[in-house]
């Protein structure tokens, strides 16, 4: 990232400098070239101003008596003017500094003269020995007249002028440099503020364990009607996303390493006790009594394994995602049947069923020991699902409702329509979760043995004791795998677990 916005800071400094060095080429050329044709056109003015005073003078005089071509006459011009009288006789000469003395011009000077136009326009010439001229010829009767000024003060004018521009245009690409950098880099140091927390984030260790991502880009870089802004918020928008991911994944590292442990603690006990009575069965063969006892408590774990390698194969296959069957369930139905089955399991228990149209379900209470229908079922609850797998979910219901409270315990199974489907509730007036237990209660292997068993017998502790806490975990997963939600709200003789079902 340092190198990117190095990188950048260099191109839009570089940019910056090379429009300042065009524009100050521009503006340098365009001055020049002006300055240049203003100073031409004032030394062709003077030109034209000399022609006129040489052929005033030159008509004004005669030759002295002096046979032979008449000289021009230099009187009246300035220092490096050019006069020359090209026909009949050519002669010419240019004034010298001192105006005390006229340079004779050559043959060549006076044949190169000869030879521009004598249009009264002033012409531009390169005379030998003499350098650059502006020179203008004019016909007068028979006589051919030149007037001319030199270049010379114009073009050390101009190398002055082009000798300052470019010594500007250095001292302005410098300047342009040295303030371009201090101003890129100030505007991009919110962009290397954000930076800096990228780098942050980027050298914590996030491969595994739980992961402590605090650092955001500050709020003041988050504005995004900025650019920088809109790149802070979306930093702190995946860092946000970044943190749930990596707690979700902590998360489930923590339950399946929980999952491993208690799983292998569930297994353990019943195949420590199927060691022990198959040791037993070996040293006293010929004791039909301990052989039948350890063949009893080998198959009774063997079922106990069993049921929980199933359990466990189900919770796998519903985290795996597998479809369950979509079908017409008459909920009504099958809480019938369940209630029947656990009245005949535990007639210590107080059983009543609450469905529409049931009107004698306060009776059926007081038929609790009897295995006989619980109630009427003018109405029904349809929902759509899987029969077996919703038969699962009430039995374990009711499997903890019998296990987890002492005889006696009123237990009333309850079910509505919903305008989504179906609802039902399963009540009872046992001891209730323990408070810190409740937000954990469907998880799996979480158990509230101590609190639930504390009224228990002695059998009621041994059937506790054979649970693997799986129970309600399976129904949390059976109702989110047929797109329902499952809730608890427990309290001292109060304890009800509500599951709604899609239609």
């Known amino acids: 990232m340092s190198n990117l916005l190095a990188s950048l800071t260099s191109r839009l400094v570089v940019t910056a400098v090379v429009l300042v060095a065009l524009v100050s080429v521009l503006i340098a050329t365009v001055t020049t070239l002006a300055l240049r044709a203003s ?19 030159d008509h004004d005089r005669d030759n002295g008596g002096v046979p032979g071509p008449r000289p021009p006459d230099a009187g009246f011009q300035g220092p490096g003017t050019l006069v020359a009288r090209l026909r009949p006789a050519p002669s010419g000469c240019v004034v010298s500094e001192e ?9 060549t000077a006076l044949t190169d003269l000869a030879a521009l136009p004598a249009d009264g326009r002033v012409h531009g010439v390169t005379l030998p020995g003499l350098g650059s001229y502006r020179v203008v010829l004019r016909q007068e009767g028979g006589a051919l007249i030149a007037s001319g000024r030199p270049l010379s003060e114009v073009d050390a004018t101009v190398a002055q002028l082009i000798w300052w521009e470019v010594l500007l245009t250095l ?13 890129v880099r100030r505007q991009l140091r919110p962009l290397r503020e954000v930076a800096d927390t990228a780098h942050v984030v980027a050298e914590l260790p996030l491969a595994s364990g739980e992961i402590d991502l605090t650092e955001r880009v500050p709020d003041h870089l988050t504005d995004e009607r900025t650019e920088v802004g809109q790149v802070g918020a979306a930093l702190n928008k995946l860092l946000v996303h970044v943190e749930s991911s990596l707690e979700a994944r902590h998360r489930s590292e923590q339950q399946v390493r929980q999952f491993v442990a208690d799983a292998s603690h569930e297994l353990r006990t019943p195949l420590t006790t199927i060691a022990g009575y198959t040791e037993l069965a070996r040293r006293r063969p010929d004791d039909p009594s301990a052989v039948r006892t350890a063949l009893g408590k080998v198959q009774e774990e063997s079922g106990r394994m069993t049921a929980l390698v199933e359990d466990l194969l189900l919770l ?84 903890n409702a019998r296990k987890y409270t002492p005889p006696g315990t009123v ?22 979760f323990p408070p810190e237990l409740v937000e954990h209660a469907f998880e799996r292997f979480a158990r509230g043995d101590t609190a639930r068993t504390r009224s228990l017998d002695g059998e009621g502790a041994d059937a506790v004791v054979g649970g693997h806490g799986l129970g309600l975990s399976l129904v949390e997963a059976i109702v989110h795998a047929h797109g329902g939600t499952v809730r608890l709200d427990s309290r001292p003789g109060d304890t009800t677990i509500t599951v709604d079902l899609p239609g």
Do not use: K
Not at 39 to 57: A, E, T, Y
Not at 412 to 432: E, I, L, W, Y
């Open 39 to 57: 100073l031409l056109d004032r030394l062709d003015h003077d030109v034209q101003s000399s022609l006129g005073r040489f052929s005033d003078n």
């Open 99 to 107: 105006h005390a003395a006229c340079r004779t011009l050559s043959t």
């Open 171 to 183: 001292l302005g690409v410098v300047a342009a440099a040295g303030a371009g950098l201090f101003v």
């Open 316 to 399: 796998a296959r519903l985290d795996a995602g597998r479809p369950l069957e979509r079908e017409p369930v008459d909920l009504s139905r099958l809480l019938v049947e369940a209630v029947s089955d656990a009245r005949v399991v535990s007639p210590d228990h107080r059983w009543r069923l609450d469905l529409p149209g049931d009107a004698d379900s306060a009776d059926s209470a007081v038929g609790a020991g009897s295995a006989g229908s619980a109630g009427g079922t003018d109405g029904t609850v349809q929902v759509t699902g899987d029969t077996h797998g919703l038969h699962q979910v009430v039995t374990n219901l009711l499997t």
């Open 411 to 432: 237990v009333t199974v309850s079910a509505r329509a919903t305008p989504s489907g179906g609802r039902f509730c399963v009540h009872d007036t046992g001891p209730g």
